[in-house]
């Protein structure tokens, strides 16, 4: 019988970096790209009311993640929802509070933890977010990369112990000290609902899953291996499981020299930097080349405000610092509501105009 060679077909650019490859032009997208900085964006968002109807409007959810790729062409869209909606949908209370962010009910005890609902619970409340997925496939252009993502537990649990986002974390660090066992629990809980929902946001057609763990770099020695650490194993081990060959990048927020080793420790593909390291230590000592290798991030997100020759400078540094391994250009963290859209244009046309 007669072999007919089949051509590979050309994978998107984003799965060719996160497979470890080094490409000549990164790819890039961006923290955040669906939001307020656009008036698109708040005019879809008043259209929903307020931000958790967007959230689970599918159609309008979808067109938001749409909004930035149409303006830009980024090459990956994110999923439009929250990491609080896993939260919510193990039980717990949520609310936002313009101006200042979100509320939910407080869980600071053993009997709280007991009180969720089974991770198998959670996609009732779920479903619409995957019905975006789904949308978010037939839509976006052939050559844009779909992301799904959730919260990491860590970061998660520092929202449903406290209610509210903190600077310090102080609330979830106390139950820790006053229960380590059931804090350990309600992370195992957070892990559990997180690997259903990422499976099912797969299933639905996520190309690429990432886990923000925003707070990470409030978790010390024992304490990161603990929280930050082994949950994202655990979850990464469980998705690679279920769904062999589907990327997952790590955001281990403020990690510092804990990067270092970071993907390895827990299997992630990739990990996206915050702008705390200096690109040329990452490329150092976090990026490497082949699988496993590929980092993403870095830019200060205030050059979207400033904009001008530094944003031009910073954006050529940090691509000539990673020219030698996988990269996903990206920002440092979310871009903020007072960005300029005009400069989100410029950093997208000096990454691909190649001078470095
Ligand atoms: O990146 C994207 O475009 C995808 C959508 C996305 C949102 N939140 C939409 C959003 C993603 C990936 C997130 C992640 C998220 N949510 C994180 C982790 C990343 C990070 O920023 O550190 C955290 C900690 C949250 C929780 C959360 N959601 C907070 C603390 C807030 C309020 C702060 C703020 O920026 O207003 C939100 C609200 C939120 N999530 C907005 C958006 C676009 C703004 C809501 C609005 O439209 O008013």
């Known amino acids: 019988m007669t072999q007919t060679a089949i ?3 050309p994978k998107k650019t984003i799965l060719r970096a996160l497979a470890g490859e080094t490409l000549p032009v990164p790819p890039v997208w961006m923290m955040r790209q669906a939001g307020r ?8 968002r ?15 959810a ?3 993640t749409l ?8 090459d990956a869209a994110i999923l439009f929802a929250d990491i609080l909606l896993v939260p919510q949908a193990l039980g717990a209370d949520l ?11 407080t869980l600071t005890d053993a009997a709280g933890v007991q009180a969720l609902r089974p991770a198998a619970a959670i996609h009732d409340t779920l479903a619409p977010i995957y019905e975006t997925v789904r949308i978010l496939r037939r839509e976006l252009p052939a050559d844009t990369t779909l992301i799904g993502f959730a919260g990491a537990p860590w970061t998660v649990a520092t929202y449903m112990v406290a209610g509210r986002g903190t600077r310090d974390q102080a609330p979830a660090h ?3 000290a006053a229960d380590r066992q059931a804090f350990a629990a309600l992370i195992d809980r957070i892990a559990d609902a997180t690997v259903e929902y990422l499976s099912a946001q797969i299933t639905a057609g996520a190309e690429v899953v990432k886990l923000f763990d925003s707070w990470a770099g409030s978790l010390r020695g024992q304490d990161f291996d603990a929280f930050a650490v082994a949950p994202t194993a655990r979850i990464v081990s469980a998705l690679n499981d279920r769904h062999p060959g589907v990327p997952i990048i790590a955001f281990p927020r403020e990690a510092g020299p804990r990067y270092v080793g970071f993907a390895a420790a827990t299997g992630a593909d990739a990990v996206a930097l915050d702008n705390g390291v200096s690109a040329e230590w990452a490329a150092q000592n976090v990026q490497r080349p082949g699988p496993g290798g590929c980092v993403q991030g870095n830019l200060d997100p205030r050059h979207m405000v400033t904009g001008g020759t530094a944003l031009v400078d910073e954006t050529r540094r940090i691509i000539r610092a990673f020219a030698g391994g996988p990269h996903i250009f990206n920002l440092g963290h979310g871009i903020t509501p007072d960005a300029d859209p005009d400069n989100v244009a410029l950093m ?4 691909r105009s190649g001078a470095a």
Do not use: H, K
């Open 95 to 105: 609310w936002f509070v313009t101006g200042e962010g979100p509320r939910l009910s």
């Open 7 to 9: 051509a590979p077909r």
């Open 348 to 351: 997208v046309e000096t990454v």
């Open 174 to 176: 106390a139950m820790m």
């Open 67 to 74: 909004q930035p790729i149409r303006r830009y062409g980024f």
């Open 37 to 44: 900085y656009l008036p698109e964006y708040r005019a879809t």
């Open 46 to 60: 008043a259209r929903a009311g307020d931000f958790l109807s967007l959230c689970y409007n599918p159609d309008l």
């Open 62 to 64: 979808a067109e938001v």
